[in-house]
């Protein structure tokens, strides 16, 4: 999946948010060598599926299958060569022919095209990173689900606007990212399953160059490889692969979303939620009391990245004729940036639930911001029957102006508004101004967004990895 390194000597650029804070073990199955070893398990499978065809003999598959090899490459000749060539695969195949017995160099890529190759090895690659990213999604999607089960009493206020509007539990705000999550899990599980696809096409997309039985060839290959077989060619068709992109940066956006609720919540004048940490952790250097919420701002990074690669892969895909002329390419480091930041803003997210301090306190503390005018529409709504839609809304909002003037309470100023009378006919006034009185579905919101979660974690992920040889 990675693009080819830079040339000997060549300084590659240094990227902190993938090289520091990304998924290691994603950015290991994105390296060059494993990249160039998924190639080469192609070329081995397509070599073994002629053989087992008679097109070739079994002494030069069995050939192909000891020399096409990763250990084998001098890799700094091969990116050197796929400068002065553009494409990494022919500069393999010299490697491989010079080095190895005559079989190999007749029987190697027979019938085969640079982008048949690459193409396969490229879902291979994202087979196995996929199955990374759906681990990391089940293990943050669980850590959210744990959240919103434990705080599905703890009170808050919520907000629209980035204003105070209603109360609600911070069990409930955490079910809508767990329902995002469950979706995505679906959404992932699609995906993979329609870009698992070989491609063995040849040079136009015709398969001319493996006759009669290229239609048995490619199933044998795909049957070898554990991909899905297909007769028509998709050199120019990359709308699979511009869906998994999508995906992955929705998940990513997902990520993000939590990411700038834990900043905005962690802010001291709030102080509703905070990043977990020991010493140093999201330190200044110059500013000694900072503990700044570091994992949320990688994340927040990471995810407004992985959205900027949708319409770079959408770009992909106006690809004209029968192969690319330069779209392709944008590929090569667009599809790989994606899954990795993707990747990356879950190991993150990850991180931050694990160790997310909650407190109950400050949320119920910030249910009295402006004298408690958040329950302004639970005082209206049980006005309604006495006085009616809209005088209720007239009263209340009159109660409201008066408490912002005067800096009173807003329970105070609603009774002076209304008057014995109502007030008398209302009941007692604490308790239709008590939060925990006006929050509605709350817990059936969490119990819901649980069991979809439940049910998307209970689905097989499409396509799982096989172990593969280097």
Same mark, same amino acid.
């Given at each position: 999946?990675?693009?080819?390194?830079?040339?000997?000597?060549?300084?590659?650029?240094y990227?902190?948010?993938?090289?520091?804070f990304?998924?290691?073990?994603?950015t290991?199955?994105?390296s060059e060598?494993?990249?160039?070893?998924?190639?080469?398990?192609v070329? &081995?499978?397509? %070599? #073994?599926?002629?053989?087992e =065809?008679? /097109?070739v003999?079994?002494? !030069?598959a069995?050939a192909?299958? +000891?020399?096409?090899?990763?250990?084998?490459?001098?890799?700094?000749?091969?990116r050197?060569?796929?400068?002065?060539?553009?494409y990494?695969?022919?500069?393999?195949?010299?490697?491989?022919?010079?080095?190895?017995?005559?079989?190999?160099?007749?029987?190697?890529?027979?019938?085969?095209?640079?982008?048949?190759?690459?193409?396969s090895?490229?879902?291979?690659?994202l087979?196995?990173?996929?199955?990374?990213?759906?681990?990391?999604?089940?293990?943050?999607?669980?850590?959210?689900?744990a959240?919103?089960?434990?705080h599905?009493?703890?009170?808050?206020?919520?907000?629209?606007?980035?204003?105070?509007?209603v109360p609600?539990?911070?069990?409930?705000?955490?079910?809508?990212?767990?329902?995002?999550?469950?979706?995505?899990r679906? &959404?992932?599980? %699609? #995906?993979?399953?329609?870009? =698992?696809? /070989?491609?063995?096409?040849? !040079?136009?997309?015709?398969?001319? +160059?493996l006759?009669?039985?290229?239609?048995?060839?490619?199933?044998?290959?795909a049957?070898?490889?554990?991909?899905?077989a297909?007769?028509?060619?998709?050199?120019?068709?990359?709308?699979?692969?511009?869906?998994?992109?999508?995906?992955?940066?929705s998940?990513?956006?997902?990520?993000?979303?939590?990411?700038r609720?834990?900043?905005?919540?962690s802010?001291?004048?709030?102080?509703?939620l905070?990043?977990?940490?020991?010493?140093?952790?999201?330190?200044?250097?110059?500013?000694?009391?900072?503990?700044?919420?570091?994992?949320?701002?990688?994340?927040?990074?990471?995810?407004?990245?992985?959205?900027?690669?949708v319409?770079?892969?959408?770009?992909?895909?106006?690809?004209?004729?029968?192969r690319?002329?330069?779209e392709w390419?944008?590929?090569?480091?667009s599809?790989?940036?994606?899954?990795g /930041?993707?990747?990356?803003?879950?190991l993150?997210?990850?991180d931050?639930?694990?160790?997310?301090?909650?407190?109950?306190?400050?949320?119920?503390?910030?249910?009295?911001?402006?004298?408690?005018?958040?329950?302004?529409?639970?005082?209206?709504?049980?006005?309604?029957?006495?006085?009616?839609?809209?005088?209720?809304?007239?009263?209340?909002r009159?109660?409201?102006?008066e408490?912002?003037?005067?800096?009173?309470g807003?329970?105070?100023?609603?009774?002076?508004?209304?008057?014995?009378?109502?007030?008398?006919?209302?009941g007692?006034?604490?308790?239709v101004l008590?939060?925990a009185?006006?929050?509605?579905?709350?817990?059936?919101?969490v119990?819901a967004?649980?069991?979809?979660?439940?049910?998307?974690?209970r689905?097989?992920r499409?396509?799982?990895?096989?172990?593969r040889?280097?």
């Amino acid at each position: 999946m990675a693009s080819p390194a830079p040339a000997t000597g060549a300084r590659a650029p240094y990227l902190p948010l993938l090289e520091v804070f990304g998924d290691p073990t994603t950015t290991e199955l994105l390296s060059e060598s494993a990249t160039i070893a998924a190639w080469l398990e192609v070329e &081995r499978a397509l %070599a #073994a599926a002629q053989a087992e =065809l008679g /097109l070739v003999s079994p002494e !030069a598959a069995a050939a192909v299958d +000891a020399f096409a090899r990763v250990d084998r490459l001098d890799m700094a000749a091969v990116r050197e060569r796929t400068r002065w060539i553009g494409y990494p695969v022919l500069p393999i195949l010299e490697q491989l022919r010079r080095g190895s017995p005559p079989e190999v160099a007749a029987t190697i890529h027979w019938g085969a095209t640079t982008q048949d190759i690459m193409d396969s090895g490229l879902v291979l690659g994202l087979r196995t990173a996929l199955a990374r990213i759906d681990q990391l999604l089940v293990e943050v999607g669980d850590l959210t689900a744990a959240h919103a089960d434990r705080h599905r009493s703890t009170v808050m206020v919520g907000r629209t606007h980035a204003q105070p509007a209603v109360p609600t539990t911070f069990g409930a705000k955490v079910a809508v990212w767990l329902s995002e999550f469950a979706r995505h899990r679906d &959404r992932l599980n %699609a #995906a993979g399953r329609r870009v =698992l696809v /070989l491609s063995l096409f040849g !040079a136009g997309g015709t398969s001319a +160059a493996l006759g009669s039985r290229s239609r048995d060839v490619r199933r044998l290959v795909a049957q070898r490889l554990g991909l899905a077989a297909v007769d028509v060619p998709w050199h120019a068709a990359r709308d699979n692969l511009a869906e998994v992109a999508f995906v992955l940066a929705s998940i990513s956006a997902t990520c993000g979303k939590i990411a700038r609720e834990v900043i905005d919540l962690s802010r001291p004048e709030i102080g509703e939620l905070r990043e977990g940490g020991h010493d140093h952790r999201g330190a200044s250097s110059t500013m000694p009391q900072k503990a700044n919420p570091i994992s949320s701002e990688v994340v927040i990074g990471m995810s407004s990245l992985a959205a900027q690669q949708v319409p770079a892969l959408l770009a992909a895909m106006r690809t004209g004729h029968e192969r690319a002329a330069g779209e392709w390419q944008i590929e090569w480091d667009s599809l790989p940036t994606v899954v990795g /930041l993707a990747a990356g803003c879950l190991l993150n997210t990850r991180d931050i639930l694990t160790g997310l301090t909650v407190s109950a306190e400050r949320m119920r503390a910030g249910l009295e911001v402006e004298g408690g005018m958040v329950m302004a529409e639970a005082a209206m709504m049980a006005l309604v029957p006495h006085v009616g839609r809209a005088h209720a809304d007239d009263l209340v909002r009159a109660a409201c102006v008066e408490a912002r003037a005067s800096g009173a309470g807003f329970g105070d100023a609603l009774g002076r508004t209304l008057g014995a009378q109502l007030l008398e006919a209302l009941g007692p006034l604490e308790l239709v101004l008590d939060p925990a009185t006006y929050l509605g579905e709350t817990d059936t919101v969490v119990d819901a967004a649980i069991e979809t979660w439940h049910r998307a974690r209970r689905v097989p992920r499409a396509g799982r990895a096989r172990p593969r040889p280097s």
